[in-house]
């Protein structure tokens, strides 16, 4: 993949400028990155505070040729790759289903992936938010919340960390593109998450709560969830939080 990288100081937000490049036809491979972003998106609607430098605000177009079934893998490999990214500056991470990044517990990335129907076809916008100093997390979620500056005690060159970040974004895509990608990337994401198996986990669905502890994904990235009453679930979105007891 050809990386090109257009960079702003403020922005809105680097998804929604990664959406409009890719309306005007930019290829796979465009990145987008900003010192802060003004309307900074996260899950569910939420609101990512993107304070200046204090964060690491960064989008990538895809133009993937993977079946639509497999395109929920796209944020499975992500995930992947900022684990790797992290673990290369000596931290020891996470994944909790499906896409967030902790850190002993605590949330140190999320990622945003968005579809967006284009004139070349489908583009999936992969956004990735990785809190790099104290500063990019609000008081309030200092209890859930940690940076790669705490925790390694470190001034993070943020220029390296994207390096990275890219490096490992195209190896895992690679990885998710060839042949058998949707099984290898399962795989590499089953060993780097302890949520992939025999965790305790109430899931919040829209109309429901679901108490169970997981057993697997399914083959598009789905989590599987155990319950008492109710057999096995299959989670394909949600909010998952780990219990001690179900
Ligand atoms: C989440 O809610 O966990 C996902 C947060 C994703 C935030 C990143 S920051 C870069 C990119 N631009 C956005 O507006 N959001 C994503």
Not at 42 to 51: C, F, K, L
Not at 125 to 141: C, M
Not at 209 to 220: F, K, Q, Y
């Amino acid at each position: 993949m050809n990386f090109t990288l257009l960079r702003y100081d403020s922005i809105d937000s680097t998804n929604l400028e990664a959406i409009r490049q890719a309306q005007g036809g930019a290829d796979e491979g465009v990145c987008v990155t900003a010192g802060r972003q003004t309307k900074g998106r996260g899950r569910h609607g939420r609101i990512w505070v993107s304070e200046a430098d204090a964060g690491l605000y960064f989008s990538l177009i895809l133009r993937p040729k993977l079946e639509t079934k497999f395109l929920p893998l796209i944020t499975l490999m992500s995930a992947v790759a900022v684990f790797e990214t992290l673990r290369k500056s000596g931290l020891n991470p996470d994944i909790k289903w499906v896409n967030d990044i902790h850190i002993g517990g605590k949330k140190i990335c999320g990622i945003l992936a968005e579809t967006s129907e284009t004139k070349k076809g489908l583009a999936v916008i992969v956004g990735i938010g990785i809190n790099l100093k104290s500063t990019s997390i609000s008081p309030e979620l200092n209890d859930s919340a940690t940076s790669v500056e705490s925790e390694t005690q470190k001034t993070i060159d943020a220029e390296t960390l994207m390096q990275m970040l890219t490096r490992n974004l195209e190896k895992y895509y690679t990885l998710l593109e060839g042949e058998n990608g949707a099984g290898a990337i399962l795989e590499e994401w089953a060993k780097r998450s302890s949520y992939f198996f025999g965790k305790k986990v109430r899931v919040t669905l829209e109309n429901e709560i679901v108490l169970g502890t997981t057993c697997g994904l399914e083959e598009n990235g789905a989590l599987r969830v155990k319950t008492l009453t109710k057999g096995v679930r299959i989670i394909q979105a949600g909010d998952v939080e780990m219990v001690r007891k179900i």
